[in-house]
């Protein structure tokens, strides 16, 4: 069965077709909402909170693109506020002390793990791709992330985003340009 004609049955009363639809589009909408956030937990609460909305907005699906386009749209923007909502919370905390970093370093190497340089190195490069990424503005950020999470064509990124698909291949060659040019700056000279 289609997800057209699930839409229908569920927009006749039947939950088990919504249901259908839920279960097929889980996966993609959680990936969608990670992509946004980076946080499991959070993608999770924004995931069910884009198939509720989803749910009650049914009657104004118009099959202009396909359902799982539509559904992917609402996740997005469900997720972008959610993580507006975060940052403002987050700006307003301190951010916690993280604890002994010598004894986390001594355990690693115990372990087997990377040498503390490696550690720290790895870790530096880590730190500076994460903020190059936050230092992007909202479009290159948002298209970035979307195409890194490898399930979404071009395409479905555009129409989830609102933007044409050229305008998209656009920024996320531009935002990889960018944080690839800034973790140079910083001296990470081993970057593509």
């Known amino acids: 069965m289609s ?43 924004a995931a069910q909170d884009a198939f509720l909305l989803a749910y009650r907005r049914l009657h104004s699906f118009r099959g202009e693109a396909s359902f799982k386009t539509w559904l992917l749209t609402i996740t997005w923007h469900q997720a972008i506020n959610r993580r507006r909502s975060l940052t403002s919370v987050l700006r307003r905390m301190v951010a916690p002390k993280t604890g002994d970093e010598a004894e986390v370093q001594m355990a690693n190497v115990a372990a087997g793990g990377p040498s503390p340089e490696q550690a720290a190195a790895q870790d530096q490069l880590r730190r500076g791709v994460r903020d190059a990424i936050r230092a992007l503005s909202p479009k290159l950020r948002d298209a970035l992330l979307l195409a890194q999470a490898g399930e979404y064509s071009y395409d479905e990124i555009g129409a989830m985003l609102g ?26 000279g081993d970057v593509g």
Do not use: C, M, N
């Open 3 to 45: 997800d057209v004609d699930l839409v229908t049955r569920a927009r006749q009363g039947d939950p088990a077709a919504f249901g259908e639809l839920v279960d097929r589009h889980r996966a993609a909408v959680y990936r969608a909402a990670l992509a946004a956030l980076g946080s499991p937990a959070d993608a999770e609460d």
């Open 163 to 188: 933007t044409p698909t050229g305008a998209i291949k656009w920024r996320v060659s531009e935002a990889r340009r960018v944080i690839r040019k800034r973790l140079r700056e910083r001296g990470h």
